[in-house]
């Protein structure tokens, strides 16, 4: 069992940055991909950033170029840098963890391991 805390979310200007951590239980053996999804109020959960352990990443299209996913095996935590903030990115952002071998970057059902969200809100 994997368990995932994320923190460093916040309230932020439009054009502004935040940095989120995925803190996982355990070693970094304990996953093999996690991905960052957001839940905006009413819509459906989307994957924004994934991440292999082997180092392998996926981002969606409209955050490309803004969004850097990095992790740091020693403190077994998963960061999303995330720069030029728009209102569009507000949302509650949940790491999530995938042990299997395989992974369909985005697939809600792929993951197995939740974290217990952490709000985003950006402000025009």
């Known amino acids: 069992e994997v368990q995932l805390v994320e923190s460093g979310g916040g309230s932020v200007q439009s054009g502004g940055s935040l940095r989120l951590s995925c803190a996982a239980s355990?070693?970094?053996?304990?996953?093999?991909?996690i991905m960052w999804f957001r839940q905006a109020a009413g819509e459906e959960r989307e994957g924004v950033a994934g991440?292999?352990?082997?180092?392998?990443?996926w981002y969606r299209d409209s955050v490309k170029g803004r969004f850097t996913i990095s992790q740091d095996k020693a403190k077994n935590t998963v960061f999303l840098q995330m720069n030029s903030l728009k209102p569009e990115d507000t949302a509650m952002y949940y790491c999530?963890?995938?042990?299997?071998?395989?992974?369909?970057?985005?697939?809600?059902?792929?993951?197995?391991?939740w974290g217990q969200g952490t709000q985003v809100t950006v402000s025009s």
């Open positions: 991440i292999s352990s082997a180092g392998t990443i």
């Open positions: 355990g070693s970094s053996d304990s996953w093999n991909f």
């Open positions: 999530a963890a995938n042990t299997k071998a395989y992974v369909r970057w985005g697939l809600v059902s792929d993951f197995d391991y």
